[in-house]
């Protein structure tokens, strides 16, 4: 079976910053592309980052490009989520997901692709 195990979650106050980390097992990872979305309250799901198997391709939502960065560990089976300068809307619960090439282009959804079960990030503001 996937799974997909998601941590380091907290409490942080704005301008802080915290990683998450996405522990996985029960498929090839090495040949997975990685996205990293999450669910704000009253918005839905949003797409975070993306990475190709090999890391050389990496995606970012635009509110978020300088801020965060997405990195994977192929020899560990780990997806990384490093969030920097945190604001109060970057609180939500952010999920790892393995899925196919493309979904970027795609609204993220939790019955498509095989997702964690989440991960709470709270920025007070």
């Known amino acids: 079976d996937v799974q997909l195990v998601e941590s380091g979650g907290g409490l942080v106050q704005p301008g802080e910053s915290l990683r998450l980390s996405c522990t996985t097992a029960?498929?090839?990872?090495?040949?997975?592309?990685m996205y990293w979305a999450r669910e704000v309250p009253g918005k839905g799901f949003e797409w975070v980052s993306a990475t190709s198997p090999t890391g050389e391709t990496t995606y970012y939502a635009d509110s978020l490009k300088g801020r965060f960065t997405m990195s994977r560990d192929n020899a560990k089976n780990a997806v990384y989520l490093q969030m920097n300068s945190l604001r109060s809307d970057d609180a939500a619960v952010y999920y790892c997901v393995r899925d196919q090439e493309g979904r970027w282009f795609h609204p993220p959804s939790v019955n498509v692709g095989y997702w964690g079960q989440g991960t709470q990030v709270t920025v007070p503001s």
């Open positions: 029960g498929f090839t990872f090495g040949t997975a592309w």
